[in-house]
C-alpha cells in the first residue's frame, strides 16, 4: 500500500516498516532484519532520510530511527495528492483540446483501422479503462477474448455497463451462465437478443469499436475504431434499438417482480426459457439434469394455471415479471456459491 499509494518502491516500504518496529538499527542489523545487502541497505537508507522518513540517531551518528509515520507519511499523502490533483487538471485540459481537435477531424479521420487481435484487445481494453459514464456492448462470436465479459472495476468506479448477447452465443456456452452471473454480480446489465447484426463496443458515447467478419484468432483480424461523428450516433441509435428489443434477464429470484414465489434456480431457468433456449441447452447451462427443467417448467405453468409455454410466456409479459432494474439481489453472494442446480443435477 505504501508503494502504490506514497511513491516508495517495495523495497522502501518494506526498509520503512522494519525500522517502525525497532527503536534505532545500524545498516548492517537493518540489513539483517530485511534480508537485505548492507551497501543496498545503506542506499535505501539514504532515500528515505532524503523523503524524511529516516534519520540519524542523536546518540549515536552510526544508528537510524524512523520518522513518526503520523507526520512523515501524511506529509508524503498531501504531496501525492496535490500532485493527483494537478494532473486531474491536466487532464481536464488536455481533454478539452482532444475534443476542439475532433471537431475539426475531416471524413477520413473519423473512422481508423485497427488490425490484428492483439492490437484490438489491447485497444478495447485501454477504451474501457478510460470509460466515464457508461459502455454499451452487443456480443455476437467470434470473441477475440474468452476472459469475463467486462471489468468489475469499470463498474466499481459508477460506470454503467449494458451488454446485449446474443441466444446464439449462450448455445456454444461462451460466455458461459457463470460468467453471465458474475457479470450481474458485479452490476453490469445484461439482455438476450435473437440475434444481433454486429459486434459493438461503444464508450461514453465518444468511441465505438466495430470488430469486422473474420476469425478472431488469426492475425489478419481488424475493426473499425469510429470517433464522434453522425456514423457513431447511428452506432449508438442501433445499440439501444437492440437494447430495447432484447429480453430483460435475470438470475436470481428476488429480480422477479409479481412473481410466484421460486428459488434462483427457478428464475434462472424461466429467464433462459423466454430468451428461447431449448430444455436441454437450459440444462447444459444450468449444469443440472433435462429431466429437473422440464419439471421445473411444468411447476411454473401449474403456478399460474396455464397450458403451454406460449402461455407461461405470454403470462410473463403481461405482469412484468422481468421488468426489473438492476438485478443486485443475492448476487454477490453467489460468487463463491456452487450453482444452484447442483443439488438436483442427480434427478
Known sequence: MLSDVLGLTPEEADTYRTLVSVASATPAGLAELVGCDVRRTVRILGRLEGRGLAARSLGDATRFVASPPASALRALLIQRQNQLNLAELELDS??????????????VEVVEVIHGSEVIRERVGRIQLGARKEIMNLVKAPFFSSGNMTDGATIERGVRYRVVVERGTLDGQVPSFDEIIEARAAGEEVRIADAVPLKLFIVDSELAIVPLLGSASTAKAGALLVHESSLLDALIALFESEWEKATQFVTSAGALRNAPVIDDLGAQILSLLLTGLTDQAIATQLR?????????????????????????????????????GRDDTGEASRRNAPPPAAAEAAQ
Do not use: C, K, P
Open 288 to 324: 443440472t439434469s433435462l429431466r429437473t427443467v422440464q419439471r421445473r417448467i411444468r411447476h411454473l405453468m401449474d403456478s399460474v394455471n396455464v397450458q403451454n409455454r406460449m402461455q407461461l410466456g405470454f403470462h410473463t409479459a403481461r405482469l412484468g415479471w422481468l421488468e426489473a
Open 94 to 107: 488536455l481533454d478539452e483540446i482532444y475534443r476542439a481537435a475532433t471537431r475539426g477531424r475531416g471524413t
